[in-house]
């Protein structure tokens, strides 16, 4: 894991940008990758999606780093975080990745270009804040971030988290953002089958404050808790990756219906 650089995000934002997969350099440590450009092509055409997956594989044997206390305008804290993990011991950042890998085309094959906050599922961090800055580097017109709850373990079912309003700060991102999470709350649901959380949030959707991800962006931006790892019901879900490609699909589903105005 290379120190963070600041420059760093600008940069593999500006090689997605031209569309360079030659020159670019793999991404250090996990942090933002460049982008195949999307086809051009389709409904998303000339529309920047980044997919920001929660956590990373390595994260657990660097605490050193992960733990890095990170102002995030609210509060200070941690840069990153460990994730959670189903019973059986399988773990959110694998969730995530798979989810974003499966999406990723989707939403290319619909003329997206599409930006990821780290390039593999080994590496450490980025630091929230770097992921935010990877989103408002690319002028993205839609973040999602991806990860799994933790719940009581009776509890199940998926929430969409929003950024609620730090006067001053996010104005402009809470209102284009509420769009961006109904839109994908009501395709998780239409596409999964999946409830609305009965242990966490309302109707599906939650405001909060307090995660770095939502509070530094300066882009429409929601994170999704697509099931509850702690529950047996979502945990199978989560864990089978025929459901995941649901989840996937559901998910381009929600963003090019929020891009498109549909
Ligand atoms: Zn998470």
Redesign the pocket.
């Known amino acids: 894991m290379r120190v963070h650089r600041p420059g760093f995000a600008a940069l593999a934002v500006l090689a997605a940008l031209s569309g360079g997969c030659g020159g670019a350099a793999p991404a250090p440590g996990g942090a933002g990758l460049p982008a195949p450009p999307g086809t051009g092509k389709g409904p998303l055409a000339g529309k920047v999606v980044v997919l920001d997956p929660?956590?990373n594989g390595g994260n657990a044997a660097h605490p050193e780093q992960v733990d890095r206390q990170v102002d995030i305008i609210t509060k200070s804290k941690a840069c990153n975080?460990v994730?959670?993990r189903t019973a059986d011991g399988y773990e959110?950042n694998a969730f995530a990745w798979s989810v974003t890998q499966h999406l990723r085309p989707l939403l290319e094959t619909m003329g997206a270009q599409v930006v990821l906050t780290r390039s593999n599922d080994e590496g450490i961090g980025p630091c929230v804040t770097e992921r935010a800055a990877i989103g408002n580097e690319a002028r993205a017109d839609a973040v999602v971030s991806i990860?799994?709850d933790s719940g009581k373990p009776s509890g199940h079912g998926f929430h969409v988290i929003v950024p609620g309003l730090i006067a001053g700060r996010n104005d402009e991102v809470i209102e284009p953002s509420r769009k961006l999470g109904l839109a994908i709350r009501d395709a998780y649901r239409a596409g999964t089958g999946m409830p609305y959380a009965d242990y966490r949030g309302e109707d599906g959707l939650r405001s909060r404050t307090d995660l770095g991800g939502l509070n530094l962006s300066t882009r429409p931006v929601v994170f999704i808790e697509c099931g509850n790892m702690r529950n047996a019901g979502d945990a199978a879900k989560m864990t089978d990756v025929a459901f995941r490609k649901r989840i996937a699909e559901s998910l381009a589903n929600g963003i090019k219906n929020y891009l498109t105005g549909a």
Request: hydrophobic share 25%; proline share 0%.
């Open positions: 929660g956590h975080a994730g959670f959110e990860h799994g």
